[in-house]
């Protein structure tokens, strides 16, 4: 347990650092271009980790620190939930870019199947080895991009899936 926190404490040193603080809440980001380069760089050996997009270029402003932080929480979700794949998909949708985030692990917890939005609130999805902080930080990093998120129904009727929308 120590060692997983503390690993995720080295990682968000890491993006810290990798960041330019003076500009860090308010850099041009092609999120397109982000995903893909930090699936390539930062996907661990046991989670294969799939990128598709229809759209080369849409920049949103924002923390390049918090889009690393919440994909990073996405991954750490789908290798708890023991997906074998996690899958990021961004296309259009009503002229916004909508990024699904999808894997084929045990899915959404029976204690959320009436109100999978709680799932978002601070500390409910804690447990044993996490904390409960990493949904609540996606959904609250989102509101400064100017974007939601929603739980759609599981791709392959297995796992979750996630689908954000950026203006």
């Known amino acids: 347990k120590i060692r ?4 995720k404490s080295l990682k968000a040193t890491d993006l810290i650092l990798t960041c330019d603080l003076a500009m860090a809440d308010s850099q041009k980001i092609n999120l397109p271009l982000f995903i893909d380069g930090y699936i390539k760089n930062e996907a661990p050996k046991n989670l294969t980790c799939h990128f598709k997009s229809n759209e ?3 920049v949103v402003i924002g923390s390049k620190l918090d889009l690393g932080l919440m994909l990073d929480n996405f991954i750490r979700n789908a290798q708890d939930w023991k997906a074998k794949n996690m899958w990021i998909e961004c296309g259009k949708i009503d002229g916004m ?6 894997d084929d692990g045990l899915g959404l917890s029976d204690k959320f199947k009436d109100n999978p939005d709680e799932i978002f609130n ?3 999805t804690g447990k044993s080895d996490g904390t409960g902080f990493g ?3 996606i959904r609250e990093s989102l509101k400064s991009f100017d974007a939601t998120i929603s739980i759609e129904e599981p791709v392959n009727n297995k796992g979750i899936h996630f689908r954000m929308l950026f203006r």
Do not use: H, Q, R
């Open 56 to 58: 080369n270029f849409f």
């Open 135 to 137: 949904m609540y930080l």
């Open 4 to 7: 997983n926190l503390s690993l």
């Open 97 to 102: 870019l909508g990024v699904d985030v999808y």
């Open 122 to 124: 601070f500390a409910a």
